[in-house]
């Protein structure tokens, strides 16, 4: 059975850091494209960092982009997101995602299979 386990939520001040982890088990790790994406309170879920199988392109929403950093180490079928100068409006679930067949990272995608999500709250 697919599974994925994320960790590393919290809560922080703005300005923290917190590095999420991704654990996946049950498929070939290494064949599927990866994402982070988050939902806020009465908010959709939305995409928040991608990358692809082989861990050579990445991908990341503008409201992101230069302060969070995804990463992936196959050999333990983990993939991660550091984050940097978090804001209030980081404050969010953040749930990690798995899809094979991801041809554009930049394009619209919903992973296959979720994991059930680690809260992450920033402060004032």
């Known amino acids: 059975q697919v599974q994925l386990v994320e960790s590393g939520g919290g809560l922080v001040q703005a300005g923290g850091s917190l590095r999420l982890s991704c654990a996946a088990s049950g498929l070939t790790f290494s064949r599927y494209a990866m994402g982070w994406f988050r939902q806020a309170p009465g908010k959709e879920r939305e995409f928040v960092a991608a990358?692809?199988?082989?861990?050579?392109?990445?991908y990341y929403a503008d409201s992101v982009k230069g302060r969070f950093t995804i990463s992936r180490d196959n050999a333990k079928n983990t993939v991660y997101m550091q984050m940097n100068s978090l804001k209030p409006e980081d404050t969010a679930v953040y749930f990690c995602?798995?899809?094979?067949?991801?041809?554009?990272?930049?394009?619209?995608?919903?992973?296959?299979?979720w994991g059930q999500g680690t809260q992450v709250t920033v402060s004032s």
């Open positions: 990358i692809s199988w082989s861990g050579g392109y990445t």
């Open positions: 995602g798995a899809r094979d067949r991801v041809y554009r990272l930049d394009l619209k995608w919903v992973p296959d299979y």
